[in-house]
């Protein structure tokens, strides 16, 4: 297949602007000087990646996409920054000095997977594309043949919030308690 | 449309994960590049759903759990965050040095 016939493909297009959107928000997700615009960029990187999902076929997971990861954990994102460091303009000392190994290291991490990604799959086609997995075809595989990993990740989400509370709650020292009780 | 061109994408979002996790001093942007890492993965599972046809959507599910345990994750991590920055007014992970030999 030449580059020319798979750009003809008028989805391809779509793909190629989101790509092109995903990775520039990507790059800016780990380059910026800024912590809250790391963060912003990355729900750039999340919206893509959720239109992505759309042209794949894939509706629930990318709605799923937008509602947990853009509307709750980004939120949550911003609430770690906002309580970490007080002012938000730009502050020194985000990175390391040395940057050399750690960028050569994540291009040889990236050549070897694509390598092998066109070596395995090479031009192979996706099949079903414009036929939107309905939620119902999901649905029966959450509460059919994957129910127990579905209630394991439930109990997962509950113990690790029930966690992050314990973990994160102030506890107060025994003369503050009674100053409490006192009250 | 190709399988390869999302696989490739997917490859180059993990390696941004890589180089954030490795060069970011500060805890909660590591998040973040863990975040991109977890990313890339649900990119790569739901474009080899859609290669092989199945009746079960299998990718989709896992995606899906995928997004659930990050979001557990994300939770504990910025708790466990809090608390150090609350012990050590500081969030940058070479500044825990406490158990370091």
Request: aromatic letters at 10%; charged letters at 15%.
């Amino acid at each position: 297949m030449t580059f020319e016939t798979w750009i003809s493909e008028p989805v391809n297009w779509a793909f190629s602007a989101i790509a092109l959107a995903v990775l520039f928000s990507g790059l800016r997700v780990v380059t910026a000087k800024n912590v809250v615009h790391a963060a912003l960029y990355l729900v750039a990187t999340l919206a893509g990646t959720a239109g992505l999902f759309l042209i794949l076929s894939a509706e629930f997971v990318a709605w799923v996409l937008v509602l947990v990861y853009i509307g709750a954990v980004i939120v949550l994102f911003l609430f770690g920054i906002m309580i970490t460091r007080a002012p938000t303009g730009l502050d020194e000392g985000l990175d390391v000095e040395k940057k050399l190994w750690p960028a050569l290291l994540s291009v040889a991490v990236f050549v070897a997977m694509a390598w092998a990604s066109v070596n395995a799959f090479g031009t192979q086609e996706i099949l079903d594309t414009g036929n939107p997995t309905s939620t119902e075809i999901l649905g029966e595989a959450l509460l059919g043949r994957f129910v127990i990993p579905f209630e394991i990740v439930g109990f997962i989400l509950l113990a690790a919030l029930v966690g992050g509370i314990t973990v994160a709650r102030k506890d107060l020292t025994p003369a503050e308690e009674e100053e409490e009780a006192a009250v | 449309m190709v399988v390869s061109q999302f696989l490739v994408l997917a490859a180059a979002l993990f390696a941004m994960g890589v180089y954030g996790l490795l060069i970011r001093r500060n805890i909660v942007l590591i998040l973040l590049s863990v975040e991109l890492m977890l990313n890339a993965v649900n990119i790569n599972l739901v474009a080899f759903e859609s290669m092989i046809v199945t009746t079960e959507a299998l990718g989709q599910v896992f995606a899906i759990f995928v997004i659930t345990v990050a979001a557990a994750e994300v939770g504990v991590g910025l708790a466990i965050v809090l608390m150090i920055f609350r012990n050590r007014q500081s969030a940058n992970v070479d500044e825990l040095d406490l158990m370091r030999y």
